[in-house]
């Protein structure tokens, strides 16, 4: 009956069961961080993807997830790639203990991982294969779900028209890449060629938009 009057309420489903799957991983969501988006899962696929056949199935990558929320996007590296690591950072103490949760449930061992309370790469050292993150991209004005009500705004959020964190990332990721490295950026509809002007001021040389399984243009990859 309680579970009933939560969707009366407009409580998402996932809140109410508690848990999601995300390619191969079940996403625990009891701590109420942002619900893994099929959008997500569509990119990170392809990324994944991607990873297989470029990469010998024992050469080590080191992955920044970055804004890492429920730990998602990491951990469907983890479970995919067995050779890589993943260094996780949020500035939200639940989505820290939501992603170390997340890390045990599935079974993931934690000399694989690294787990940070940090603000984007604020005390973030060495140096990464992939940097990838789903980072708060929607204006504070902007039109969202009414499900979203329940979700941390943080998390969904940000200011200049959404783009503050974006641009802070495509900024300040070369000097955490290895060469060859690759940032992969999701963003909000109609961002992409503020996105783009980020990327040039910061020095990259290569940009490849990519569009979502619904025909958006969603996220990039940079070099």
């Known amino acids: 009956m309680a579970d009933i009057q939560r969707l009366k309420s407009g409580e998402p489903i996932a809140y109410i069961i ?18 893994p988006r ?10 994944i993807q991607q990873l297989q ?3 010998s199935v024992d050469q080590k990558l080191r992955v920044l997830d970055l804004c890492c929320g429920s730990g998602c996007i990491g951990l ?38 690294t ?3 940090r603000n984007v790469f604020e005390q973030v050292s060495g140096e990464f294969d992939l940097i990838a993150s789903n980072p708060p991209y929607v204006l504070p004005l902007g039109v969202v779900g009414d499900e979203t009500r329940f979700e941390p705004p943080h998390a969904i959020f940000a200011q200049k028209d959404g783009l503050e964190l974006i641009e802070q990332i495509l900024l300040n990721s ?10 992969v ?39």
């Open 18 to 35: 508690g848990w999601v799957d995300f390619l191969n991983c079940k996403i625990d969501l009891s701590l109420k961080t942002l619900i």
């Open 38 to 47: 099929t959008e997500t899962e569509y990119w990170v696929l392809q990324l």
């Open 53 to 55: 056949i470029n990469h």
């Open 76 to 113: 469907a590296f983890l479970k995919n790639l067995p050779n890589c690591h993943v260094t996780f950072t949020d500035i939200d103490l639940n989505a820290v203990a939501q992603t170390k949760l997340n890390i045990v449930q599935n079974q993931i061992p934690t000399q694989r991982t």
């Open 115 to 117: 787990v940070l309370l």
């Open 174 to 183: 070369k000097k955490r890449l290895k060469t060859n490295g690759i940032l």
């Open 185 to 223: 950026l999701e963003f909000g509809m109609g961002q992409e060629d503020a996105v783009a002007d980020f990327a040039k001021t910061a020095g990259f040389v290569s940009a490849k938009f990519r569009k979502d399984q619904f025909g958006v243009v969603r996220w990039a990859e940079f070099q």
